[in-house]
């Protein structure tokens, strides 16, 4: 994860951008020196990788329209992907829970899946399997739109039998990182605000955007006190799976890009990098579609 580190030496205060990354056989840790504040835009720093450098152009939007018809020609997006794409779907529930600390192996995540019992051993991690197929069969089955009402019930839905709140707003404050999140008080406020941005974004915005800001808001918002990026993870590919694109898979051993393209977004504020991100990362998956 990305993150501010400060650090005082001889009086002197310093601010460096760091960076632990997972390599052979341990850690890495890199900085990126700030000057003696936190600069309020650090958009003028060179990327650290360049597919954050820049906003998702139409060229790339015509290669993300190119994989959708591709893609189509030989699936149709409806339940019948549970036979079709079962291997893609259980990538994505393994790799959703495990970047939220689930111990499951990818082959621990595909067995519970295909016999629907809870060992005991890893009774919590493989609940929580076998909930994120249920949101899964849920988002195909419902006819409806985004709602508050929809948010709390996939909640509900990903959090059975695991959290006592499942389906409720956090009544706490909470900090991830660096990032403080938004007051609990003002959560059903944000909501609604989200949903009107909802409202107006989906006929303005590409679809490919529009499920990357969708993904960005809900997870920057934080409205439970656990289960955000599953959630926003899971609406972003309802919107995807709804305009017909294919699902969009983050993984677990690219899960420390993810966050610094987070926090960078917390820095800068600037959208278009986190859309460019999953640009490129759905590109990557969909290579033989392009």
Request: net charge positive; glycine share 6%; charged share 30%.
């Amino acid at each position: 994860m990305a993150y501010i580190e400060k650090k005082v030496i001889k009086g002197k205060t310093y601010y460096y951008l760091t960076e632990t990354k997972r390599v052979a056989g341990g850690f890495k840790k890199t900085r990126r020196y700030l000057g003696a504040s936190v600069p309020k835009d650090l958009e003028h720093l060179p990327a650290r990788h360049p597919r954050i450098a820049k906003k998702l152009t139409s060229k790339e939007a015509e290669i993300v329209n190119r994989i959708r018809k591709n893609y189509l020609a030989s699936h149709h997006i409806d339940k019948s992907l549970w036979r079709t794409e079962r291997e893609r779907f259980v990538d994505f529930i393994y790799n959703t829970n495990a970047i939220e600390g689930n111990t499951l192996t990818r082959e621990e995540t595909d067995e519970v899946l295909k016999s629907g019992k809870i060992p005991e051993r890893k009774g919590r991690d493989a609940r929580e399997a076998e909930n994120m197929k249920e949101c899964i069969d849920f988002l195909f089955d419902y006819k409806g739109d985004i709602s508050e009402d929809m948010v709390l019930r996939l909640h509900t839905l990903q959090h059975k039998g695991t959290m006592d709140d499942a389906g409720r707003y956090r009544n706490v404050d909470v900090k991830v990182g660096s990032y403080l999140c938004p007051g609990w008080q003002g959560l059903p406020a944000l909501m609604a605000r989200f949903l009107k941005w909802y409202d107006g974004a989906k006929e303005a915005l590409h679809p490919f955007e529009f499920a990357s800001l969708v993904h960005l808001k809900l997870v920057r918002m934080h409205p439970f006190r656990d289960g955000n990026g599953r959630i926003a993870r899971l609406l972003m590919n309802f919107v995807l799976l709804r305009h017909g694109y294919p699902l969009l898979n983050i993984f677990n051993d690219e899960k420390l890009l993810y966050y610094m393209v987070l926090q960078k977004y917390d820095f800068n504020r600037k959208e278009r990098g986190f859309v460019r991100y999953l640009f490129e990362v759905f590109v990557g998956q969909y290579r033989e579609c392009v």
